[in-house]
C-alpha cells in the first residue's frame, strides 16, 4: 500500500533491518489499526472458506496471518520495554485489552477451531512431517487452553478476564517503571567516600541522565547493588535498599498491591472456567515438572541446604558488623557490604582489582568468540539507524551465509525498565522463504563517563553471556515454522540455552584471552584468575535462598486460595520456609515482574532452577572429554537444543542430546551445596 507510515512500507534496507530513524511515535495508531484488520480479514477468510480444512489451507494460513501485527507489535514492545516515554505507555495501555481480544475471539471463533480440531482428531492419517505434526498439536492444545471448547457465557467471561489480565499486566510495569525512574537519592563526594571510582562516575553519569549536578544513586540494579555492596554508609545503604524495596508499594498512584490481588483473582477464574483446580495446574500442564508436587519437590530439595549455608554466612557477617561497631540487628541492607568484606578476607579478591580486566566491549568479543568456536558464527558490526545512539548491530554469518542480525542494547536508562532480557524484531521460519531472525540483548550496566571504558563486574559479565545464550537460541533456530522457532518452547527449558552459555564466560582460555585491563591492556594474571574461578560459589547460600524464596512465593500464589492480602501470604509462606531474617526475597510481590507484568513467567519463576539441574548436566558432556569446545558435542548441541526450536518436546530435545534426564545433585554439586 501507498503510505508515508514506514511501519506500513517495505523496507529498503538488505537485512530487513526496521527504519528506526523514520519510525516515530504517531505511526503506531494508523499501524496497528491495519494491523489488527488485516488479522481480521485472515482469520475470516481462514474460517469461512468452502475448502475442507487441510494443514496448508488452515494452519499455515494461521502462521501468515498476523505478518504485519507481528513486524508492528515487536518493534513497539521493545520500544516500550527499552526506550519508552509518556506517548508509548499511553498507548501501551490502550492496546493491551485489545490485543487480548483480538487473541480471544482468534482462538474462540467455533468456525476455525472445527478446522484445527478436524485436522487434530484425523492428524495420523494427514501424512505429515513431524515437525506439521507438532505445530498442529501445539495449535490446537492452545485453543483448547484459551477456551475454545467452553460454551458462549463461559467463553465471554473468559474473553473478560484475558483483556483485564492484560491491563492490569501493563499497569503493572508502568507503575514499576515509573518508581525505579522517578526515585533518586543526591549525595556529595563525602557520601562517597570509601566507594571505588567506578561508582562515582556511574553515580556522576547517572545525574547528568537526569539533568542534575554532582551524584546520584539510582535504583538501576547497576548502580545501586554495587553501591549496597561498597558503601560504608550504613543510613545510606539503609535508605537506598528500602527504595529498592518499596518499588511498587509506594503509597500512591503506583502502588501495585491491588493490581496483585485482582491479578491472583482472575487468574483463579481462569483456571476453574478451563477445568483446572488451580492456576499453577493449569501452567504447569504445558511445562516439563507438569505439576506444582514436582516444582516443590525441586526448590525444597534445594532450599533446605542453601538455607543451612546461609544461615551459617548469616552469623559470620554480624560479627563482622559488630567488630565495626555496630552491634545491632543485622539487616538485610548490609548482606552485600559484609560478604564483600569477607570475599576480599577469605579469598584476597578485591572487585575494584578485578574490574579492570571486565571491559564490555570485550566481554562482548568474549561472547562472541565462544560462538565462533562452538557454532562456527561470525560477528561483522553494521553501520545502521538503532532507536537510540547507543544500541549497536552486527550481522551474523556462517561460512558467509547470512545468519541473523544481532542488536545490543547494554546501558542503563531512564526510559528503560529495569532487568536484562532478550528479545526480537523478527522471527525464523522457512515457510515461505528463508527468513533469518533479527534478536536484540537488552541489558542496564552503568555508563561509564565520555571517553572512559565501561567495566562490568563478573555477575555483569554473567548477565551478558547469559542473555547471548538466549540471542543464539533465536538466530540458530532452524525450522519450518515461526510458531516454533527459537525460543518458543517450554519456560521451564528455555533458560537452557541461556544458562548453559554462562559456562563459558568461566572457560580459563576465554578468560585469558578476553579479561584485559583497561588501562595495561595486559591479561588477567593466572593467580587473580585462579581467585576469581575458586570464588564463583562464594556467597550461593545468600543468591539461592533469595532466588528459591520469590520462586516458593510464586508457586503459592498460583496454588493456593487467592488471598485479599498478597503481602500477608508472602509472609506466610517466608514464615513456613522459615525464610532467613538478614535476607530478603529477590523479587518482593510489589515488584515481582516476571509474573505479575504478564502470564509470562507466573507459576513458573523455578524454571531458572529447573533449566540449571539441565544446563549443569549438558556442560559435564564437555568436561568429561576435558575439551570445552569439542566439535562433535558442539554439533549436537546445536542439532538438538539451539537450532531446533520447539519442534519437540522439551525432553524429547534434552534427552537426544544428553541420552538421559538428570537429577538435582547436578545442581546441588554447581553450587557448592553438597558439601553444606
Known sequence: ???????????????????????????????????????????????????????????EKLERSDELMEK??????????????????ALQRKLAPKWAKVDSDIKLNSKLFFRIDTLFKNRMNLNLSKEQLRVLELYHLSFVRSGAELKGSEQQKLKKILQRLAELGTLFTQNLLKDEREWSMNVTKKDLLGCPKFIKDAASEAAKDRGIDGYIITLSRSLIVPFLQFSPRRDLRQKAFSAWELRGANQGKTNNLDIVQETLILRQERANLLGYNSFADFKLETE?????????????????????????????????????????????????????????????????????????????????????????????????PMYHSDVMAWEVTRENKHIAIFIGDYFARPSKRSGAWCSRFRSQSSMDKDQRPITVNVCNFAKAPEGQKCLLNFDDARTLFHEFGHALHSMLSNVKYAYISGTSVARDFVELPSQLYEHWLSVPSVLE?????????????????????????????????????????DLAFHNEIPTKDPMQKQREVLDRIKMPAEITMRHATPHFAHIFSGDGYSSGYYSYMWSEVMDADAFEAFNEINDPFDPEIAHSLEKHIYSAGGSLPAEELYMNFRGSMPKVEALLKGRGFLKA
Open 72 to 89: 508492528v507489535a515487536s518493534i513497539f514492545a521493545n520500544l516500550a520495554s527499552s526506550n519508552s516515554n509518556s506517548t508509548l505507555e
Open 288 to 384: 516439563m515438572a507438569r505439576s506444582p508436587e514436582r516444582v516443590t519437590e525441586l526448590l525444597m530439595a534445594v532450599w533446605e541446604p542453601a538455607k543451612l549455608m546461609a544461615n551459617r554466612d548469616a552469623k559470620i557477617l554480624t560479627e563482622m558488623m559488630k567488630t565495626d561497631g555496630f552491634d545491632e540487628k543485622f539487616l538485610p541492607s548490609d548482606w552485600r557490604y559484609y560478604s564483600e568484606k569477607r570475599r576480599v578476607a577469605e579469598h584476597d579478591l578485591n572487585e575494584t582489582e578485578l574490574k579492570p580486566y571486565f571491559q564490555l566491549n570485550q566481554m562482548i568479543k568474549a561472547s562472541f568468540h565462544c560462538a565462533k568456536k562452538l557454532f562456527n558464527l561470525d560477528f561483522r558490526q553494521i553501520d545502521a
Open 513 to 553: 584471552k578476553f579479561a584485559i585491563h583497561a588501562e595495561t591492556n595486559e591479561p588477567i594474571p593466572k593467580d587473580l584468575l585462579k581467585k576469581l574461578l575458586d570464588a564463583e560459589n562464594y556467597d550461593q547460600g545468600f543468591s539461592t535462598v533469595e532466588y528459591v524464596s520469590s520462586a516458593l512465593v
Open 1 to 59: 500500500m501507498q503510505t508515508s507510515n514506514p511501519l506500513l512500507s517495505d523496507w529498503e534496507d538488505t537485512f530487513q533491518i526496521p527504519p528506526f530513524d523514520l519510525i516515530k511515535d504517531h505511526h503506531f495508531d494508523e499501524a496497528f489499526e491495519e494491523a489488527f484488520s488485516q488479522i481480521e480479514l485472515a482469520i475470516n477468510k481462514i474460517s469461512d472458506q468452502s475448502h475442507a480444512p487441510t494443514f496448508q489451507n488452515t494452519v
